[in-house]
C-alpha cells in the first residue's frame, strides 16, 4: 500500500511539473521553488529505483521522510517564486539545463543514502522493534545511492563550469556556491575511499552519508542565506 501511495504521489508530481514547464515554455528550474520540487522528484525516483531491487521496503519510511524535509521548504518558498515566469538570458542556456539537472539527480541520490544513513545510525530497533531490517541490506543499498549520486554531482559541476565559462568568461572562480559545491563533491569522494579501500561499514559510513547530505543541503540551502547575511559576492540564484 505504501509504495503504490508514493507511486501515486510520484505521478502527480511529474504531471504538475511537466504542466508547469509546458505553460512556462521551459524546464521547471528556473528559481529554487522550481529546482527544490525537482529535488523532492529525483529522491522520490531514486528510492522507487532502487526499491525494485530491495528485500525489504520498510526503509522507504525514512527515505521518504527526506523528501517530506526537502518539499516543506519548497512549500515555504515566497509565492513570487511560484508564480511563472519567463528564463532570464543567462539561464537559456542547454549546458545550464544539463548542469541543473544533473546536479538535481546527484542531490537526490545522496538524499536516499542520507534517509538510510539515519536508519543505520541506530533508529531502526526502535521503530522495528524485534522485527528489524537487515544491516547488510541498508549498507548495500546505501553503497549504491552513493555510487549513483557521484558521478550525477561529478557531471554537474562539469557542466557547471562549462555554462560558467560560455556565460561569464571564466570555468571556475571560487564563487561561495561552487566552493561548497566542491567541498560536497570531495566529502562524497572521502565516502567511496573509506569504503573500498579501509573497509568502513556500518555506522561510521552511515555518518559519512548524513553528514555528506548536510552539505547538499547547505550548499543549497545555506549558502544563498549566507551569501545574503555576510553580502559575499555571488552569481549564483539559487
Given at each position: 500500500v505504501a509504495t503504490g501511495l508514493t507511486i501515486v504521489a510520484w505521478v502527480m508530481l511529474t504531471g504538475g511539473l511537466v504542466?508547469?514547464?509546458?505553460?512556462?515554455?521551459?524546464?521547471?528550474?528556473?528559481n529554487r521553488y522550481e529546482f527544490t520540487l525537482c529535488f523532492v522528484w529525483a529522491i522520490v525516483t531514486t528510492y522507487l529505483l532502487l526499491e525494485a531491487s530491495w528485500r525489504?521496503?520498510?526503509?522507504?519510511?525514512?527515505?521518504?521522510?527526506?523528501?517530506?524535509?526537502?518539499?516543506?521548504?519548497?512549500?515555504?518558498?515566497?509565492?513570487?517564486?511560484?508564480?511563472?515566469?519567463?528564463?532570464?538570458?543567462?539561464?537559456?542556456?542547454?549546458?545550464?539545463?544539463?548542469?541543473?539537472?544533473?546536479?538535481?539527480?546527484?542531490?537526490?541520490?545522496?538524499?536516499?543514502?542520507?534517509?538510510?544513513?539515519?536508519?543505520?545510525?541506530?533508529?531502526?530497533?526502535?521503530?522495528?522493534?524485534?522485527?528489524?531490517?537487515?544491516?547488510?541490506?541498508?549498507?548495500?543499498?546505501?553503497?549504491?545511492?552513493?555510487?549513483?549520486?557521484?558521478?550525477?554531482?561529478?557531471?554537474?559541476?562539469?557542466?557547471?563550469?562549462?555554462?560558467?565559462?560560455?556565460?561569464?568568461?571564466?570555468y571556475w572562480g571560487w564563487d561561495p556556491k561552487e566552493t561548497w559545491a566542491l567541498i560536497t563533491w570531495l566529502w562524497y569522494l572521502l565516502l567511496l575511499h573509506v569504503r573500498a579501500l579501509r573497509g568502513w561499514r556500518g555506522r561510521r559510513s552511515a555518518a559519512l552519508a548524513v553528514i555528506g547530505f548536510g552539505l547538499v543541503l547547505f550548499t543549497f540551502v545555506g549558502v544563498p542565506w549566507l551569501v545574503r547575511t555576510v553580502r559575499l559576492e555571488s552569481l549564483h540564484g539559487y
Open positions: 504542466k508547469r514547464g509546458l505553460a512556462s515554455g521551459h524546464w521547471p528550474l528556473a525489504e521496503r520498510r526503509v522507504g519510511s525514512f527515505v521518504l521522510a527526506v523528501a517530506l524535509l526537502v518539499a516543506t521548504y519548497a512549500v515555504t518558498r515566497p509565492s513570487v517564486e511560484k508564480a511563472l515566469m519567463p528564463l532570464p538570458p543567462a539561464l537559456r542556456s542547454a549546458w545550464l539545463q544539463v548542469h541543473v539537472l544533473t546536479a538535481m539527480a546527484g542531490y537526490g541520490a545522496f538524499g536516499v543514502a542520507a534517509g538510510l544513513g539515519v536508519m543505520q545510525l541506530g533508529l531502526r530497533n526502535r521503530v522495528f522493534g524485534k522485527n528489524p531490517v537487515s544491516e547488510g541490506e541498508i549498507e548495500r543499498t546505501m553503497e549504491q545511492a552513493v555510487a549513483l549520486g557521484f558521478p550525477w554531482l561529478t557531471l554537474g559541476i562539469l557542466t557547471g563550469a562549462i555554462w560558467a565559462q560560455n556565460a561569464w568568461g571564466r
